[in-house]
T-cell receptor, first 114, second 115 residues
Framework: NAGVMQNPRHLVRRRGQEARLRCSPM?????VYWYRQLPEEGLKFMVY????????ESGMPKERFSAEFPKEGPSILRIQQVVRGDSAAYFC????????????FGQGTRLTVV | GESVGLHLPTLSVQEGDNSIINCAYS??????FIWYKQESGKGPQFIID?????DKRQGQRVTVLLNKTVKHLSLQIAATQPGDSAVYFC??????????????FGKGTLLTVNP
């Protein structure tokens, strides 16, 4: 059973471009969480999704950021018109139910905006 | 704002010694705590958890202590090994109220084990 898979592992974007980060949850997991980690900081909650539903996006910036978890395929975190402050590691976690106790994290995508 | 923090940002120990990593939290409503280990370039890895109705829990070579009176959490690693070198995060969660999926992380402590 593969773990939570994130791709790409590293992503470089120029200011103003779009970044798309993908997360494939563990098999049997239908709950996905996205966290952002700035350098030398702890992880910050961004959004919680179930298949085709956004449950809690209270940690998402109001503009430029969006997330989806379609019926088929991976969850996508999309950042439009990236700025240097978006440079961070973005982690996805998944669980079979909506409980943190059962969540596993992926390896993360490290976004660098130049 | 931040409700979970670390007393020490770095900790250096000799191989074989015991390590103690501390964490303070400020949200008295938190009722579930997790310690994670994060190696360089990797995602957080679950180590051990504890619920607020407990004050101690033991795992393999690790023990978590919870002092709700002073809102303090600690992770003890016995016989520390080079493979334990990593950043350690405590995280808290409020299990009731429908938000038992959201974790609040501290900033982390870098543990370095010297051979």
């Amino acid at each position: 059973n593969a773990g939570v898979m994130q791709n790409p592992r590293h992503l470089v974007r120029r200011r103003g471009q779009e970044a798309r980060l993908r997360c494939s949850p563990m098999k049997g997991h239908s709950h996905v969480y996205w966290y952002r980690q700035l350098p030398e900081e702890g992880l910050k909650f961004m959004v919680y999704l179930q298949k085709e539903n956004i449950i809690d996006e209270s940690g998402m910036p109001k503009e430029r950021f969006s997330a989806e978890f379609p019926k088929e395929g991976p969850s996508i975190l999309r950042i439009q018109q990236v700025v240097r402050g978006d440079s961070a590691a973005y982690f996805c976690a998944s669980s079979p139910q909506g409980r943190t106790t059962e969540a596993f994290f992926g390896q993360g995508t490290r976004l660098t905006v130049v | 704002g931040e409700s979970v923090g670390l007393h020490l940002p770095t900790l250096s120990v000799q191989e074989g010694d015991n390590s103690i990593i501390n964490c303070a939290y400020s949200n008295s409503a938190s009722d579930y705590f997790i310690w994670y280990k994060q190696e360089s370039g990797k995602g957080p890895q679950f180590i051990i958890d504890i619920r607020s109705n407990m004050d101690k829990r033991q795992g393999q070579r690790v023990t978590v202590l919870l002092n709700k009176t002073v809102k303090h959490l600690s992770l003890q690693i016995a016989a520390t090994q080079p493979g334990d070198s990593a950043v350690y995060f405590c995280a808290e969660n409020i299990g009731s109220g429908g938000s038992n999926y959201k974790l609040t992380f501290g900033k982390g402590t870098l543990l370095t084990v010297n051979p």
